[in-house]
């Protein structure tokens, strides 16, 4: 769910103008940052607590060339779910396990609790960030979206090409 979609929903429910809400629910964010960046710490009860945390300095490893790289301390904003929330999500659990119990009953396969859209996505902070996609099976891990695996292309050589070898890229009758 996009802020746009709260947004909808919100007014919808509240008859309040979209204009109005998306005001209302940006506020409501900044404060949080905030009270964040003032506080280090904001407890919404029945929803949550936001803390910020610093990470201690670390050795790590680069995964595409395997070097040790030193990796700076760092702040982190951590979320810590509140009670009602964590019970809310454990029923999504126990729904998805009586379905799957039904389905093993009848010698079925194990229906999907819910259309891939509708499942909860990783939260933020997950190894490929913010959106919880995953890359795609053909980039290297660490690459942009944008990257392009190479496609078939001839090696260069490992001796130079005299021009007597160089490929002509003369059409048949330019000669």
Do not use: W
Not at 36 to 51: C, D
Not at 96 to 122: C, F, L, N, T, V
Not at 154 to 162: D, L
């Amino acid at each position: 769910m996009t802020k746009k979609e709260i947004v909808k929903s919100i007014s919808d429910d509240m008859g309040l103008t979209q204009l109005k809400t998306k005001e209302i629910v940006q506020r409501t964010f900044d404060a949080i940052v905030e009270t964040l960046v003032t506080e280090g710490r904001i407890e919404l009860r029945n929803f949550g607590v936001f803390e910020v945390k610093k990470r201690a300095a670390r050795r790590a490893r680069n995964p595409r060339t395997g070097e040790r790289v030193d990796v700076s301390a760092k702040y982190v904003v951590t979320f810590k779910p509140g009670k009602e929330m964590e019970e809310k999500v454990l029923l999504l659990e126990e729904e998805d396990a009586r379905r799957e119990r039904e389905a093993a009953q009848k010698g079925a396969e194990p229906p999907q609790s819910r259309p891939e859209a509708e499942r909860p996505r990783p939260e933020s902070g997950n190894q490929y960030g913010s959106s919880g996609h995953q890359p795609p099976l053909n980039r290297p891990s660490g690459m942009p979206p944008s990257y392009e695996p190479p496609r078939d292309v001839p090696e260069k050589p490992s001796t130079p090409i005299s021009p007597m070898q160089q490929p002509s890229f003369a059409r048949d009758g330019d000669n």
